[in-house]
RNA sequence: AGGGCUGUCGCCAAGCGGUAAGGCACAGGACUUUGACUCCUGCAUUCGAAGGUUCAAAUCCUUCCAGCUCUGCCA
């Protein structure tokens, strides 16, 4: 593969760095991990974790591996392993190995004894509370427990009777004997074994201990080989313990390195899981996949193309410093691709009724209209034309009439002439009100000579519109999701009640070619965006549902 | 308060002693059977602040300031 170009060689730098100091010669040493929990779903997120460590590893031509890091029984659930599978495959990547973090609880244990061979770790009978209470704060040791110099004997002995299940739940843990006193909290005799009498999902009810986080990764790392494990910079202050536990063990002769990058954050979204939990209980969204989450399922559904999310997350770049990249540079990334894939068809949000009172009563006539949008790829995909049917009684925006125009409007008003796109040139010659004054239809006329394709009026027309012929007319539901709202930090103080906008549009028109779409076609809705078909949403009303992808950018908008 | 991390344009982000890349956003203009797309043009005398070293500093040193983060038997 080419990656020349590729965004990551224009940052990252301090993991480009540390890789070519650690690996010189041979680059494709370079094994990388995605080590998601299965506890839920992934979110944009995990897919940048996702996109770091395997693009870093078809870079330099090394190994990628993902690894289920399933230590935790209570809070993990089987049926997150294969959602999060797909996710990944549907992000474009594949790993050259699957394994989860449980197949090493053997190997894990036998490690913790050697820990306590050694003398560095020992068992302790205080409650979590009690743990707690002589933790010591920053700034301020701790004390160390009444059971940290046991014997190593009696430390063994322990140790596998709590393997053996004769305590129960939080009775006892096995924790490492470093620093009560040091300043990284993390190191002042850390837990690495914990009782829980729980089944696990892949083992079953073989053990009732199950190792720490802090205590299992880099163990998982380095029986794999990892050589580089990029994790968040929430790990930061972990690393030395990372570092401890894989230099106490010899048998691991490759040491692992940990590299800490920033994570994504967004304006204007919700990324906290639990925030993402609690809008799902409460019902305020679909669930995990609902559109205005961006969540993998979530995008995936609202229509953002894989490769857009990919290119965002490359060019957005990979530094240390805590940032909030705007939502509209991931929208940028979405049109991108959107704009090259799309097929622009004529679709009415609102529509306003249009007569053309010049145009012979029974007849329609077929427009053999070209998709003018859409690169090279959706040329070969899809029929270059389609039929699209005209006739006296259409169907226009209702934003696109003014009775009184403003100063920059140039589209239909009294007595002005537009172009329907790809029809006729029309002129409007009256408006029809209800007794309320509320405009209820449009009366034109058209110019035959103006007929697209073959326009012998020579006039050059401004105003453009998009329009769909009333008695062929597919219903269809558009929704739109505009603008997001909210973010983390509002959600935080408890506005969770209507977390993103959603406009339903319930009434809306689509040319009847739009009744072949698939979830997999994009469209362009003219001047509305970029939609796709909702394979999961129905309507009540039974009507096909679209989901508006992205809008599009628009320097006039009528109010 | 003790530790750690970070501070370059409105938002991301290059730069690693030789005189501020790029993208988004924004503002002009051209083109256009939609005002989209495309295409030109503009957009940091300045790198959190103040000192210092040097012929030369965003890059080295010193001090200060600001933001984030750490006291789960979660990951």
Redesign the pocket.
Known sequence: MNTDNHPLL????FIHNAIRQDLGADLTRLHTRFPP?PGGFLHIGSAKAVYINAELAQIYGGKFNLRM?D??P??EDARYVQAIQDEIHWLGYEWDALYKASDYFQIMYDCAVELIEKGVAFVCD???EE??AT?G???EAGTESPYRNRSIEENLDLFARMKAGEFS??AK?LRAKIDMAS????MRDP?IY??AHKEHSNTGNTWCI?P???FAHPLEDAIEGITHSLCG??????RPIYEWYVNQLDRFVRKPRQIEF?EINLTNTVLGKRHIRKMVAEGKIDGWDDPRLLTVSGMRRRGYPAAAIRDFLG????????????F??LE?YV?EHL?DMARTV?VVLEPLKVTITNYPDEQTEMLDLAY??GGAAAEDAVPATRAVPFSRAIYIEAT?FMEEPEK????LAPGREV?L??AYAITCTGVVKDESGNITEILATYDPATR??N?TSGRKIK????WVEAAHALPIEARLYDTLVLDDDTAENGIVDNPHSLNLIPNALAEPALAAATADDRFQF??QGYFCLDEIATAASGKPVFNRTVG?????SAK
């Open positions: 224009n940052t990252a730098t929990e890091d230590t935790n209570v809070k205080m409650s979590a743990i707690r933790f704060g920053p700034g739940d939080g843990t300043p990284n909290l993390n837990v914990r009782i199950y720490m986080y802090d910079l929430e790990f930061i202050d972990h920033a060019n957005t770049g990979v530094a240390k410093a805590q940032s909030k990249v705007e509209n540079l940028h049109r704009k004529m003018d949008s696109d920059k409007f140039f589209r172009r796109k790809g697209s394709g326009d105003g453009v519109l998009h003219m001047r599009l950018k628009s320097s006039y």
